[in-house]
């Protein structure tokens, strides 16, 4: 089946430095989401990408759709101590059920 | 607009008994689903459904039971609870056609099986 390498596992940086997480498939995606989910609550979609090379901004958020369409990247700029969560990519294959595959998620902590 | 809700928040079952984790959207979403979430594990699907009366297995169905009798609904039931079942679990629900695949998540039920 298809599968989802989220990297890395975990993140400690001082803040204002930049942030840089991808995941990578072993099969085409057709869609690709990034989610951020904080402590006790459900994920939050940052990000949606719907076309190979597309480049979105989310205020400093950014994520790109790879043009293989076997990865997708996010970026966040100039971090800030409310950007600590754990971060998931995921990805819809060719299915039209609007089934969704997650990476197994970056733990982002940040240092004020 | 409540987007998707769970109840309960929090449950403490004993191995053997059974329960049902509810969900609803107020989205007319025809897509939902229900997740696991495990440390280390980010989020595994367990069932899904595409529309009222349709539903499907995911990736870890054993020991659930899921229907879909309406739009709205879409109720999880864990039919003789065993530790391995403690986890936190999550909703979601999308329109599940065309351009939007986004899915939007309910705050989570955190069970704990003893």
């Known amino acids: 089946g298809q599968q989802l390498n989220q990297s890395p596992q975990s993140m400690f940086i001082q803040e204002g430095e930049d942030v840089s997480m991808n995941c990578t498939s072993s099969?085409?995606?057709?869609?690709w989401l990034w989610y951020k989910q904080e402590p006790g609550e459900g994920p939050v979609l940052l990000i949606a990408l719907y076309k190979a090379g597309e480049l979105t901004s989310n205020g400093r958020l950014t994520a790109q759709f790879g043009i293989t369409r076997k990865d997708s990247f996010l970026n966040i700029s100039a971090s800030i101590p409310s950007d600590v969560g754990i971060y998931f990519c995921a990805g819809r294959g060719s299915s039209n059920t609007g089934k969704l595959i997650f990476g197994q998620g970056t733990t982002l902590q940040v240092k004020p | 607009n409540a987007g998707v809700t769970q109840t309960p928040k929090f449950q403490v079952l004993k191995t053997g008994q059974s329960m049902t984790l509810q969900c609803a959207q107020d989205m007319n979403h025809e897509y939902m689903s229900w997740y696991r979430q495990d440390p280390g594990m980010g989020l595994r699907l367990i069932h899904y459904s595409v529309g009222a009366g349709i539903t499907d297995q995911g990736e870890v169905p054993n020991g659930y039971n899921v229907s879909r009798s309406t739009t709205e609904d879409f109720p999880l039931r864990l039919l003789s609870a065993a530790p391995s079942q403690t986890s936190v679990y999550f909703c979601a629900s999308s329109s599940g056609a065309g351009v939007s695949y986004e899915q939007y998540f309910g705050p989570g039920t955190r069970l704990t099986v003893t």
């Open positions: 099969s085409i995606f057709n869609t």
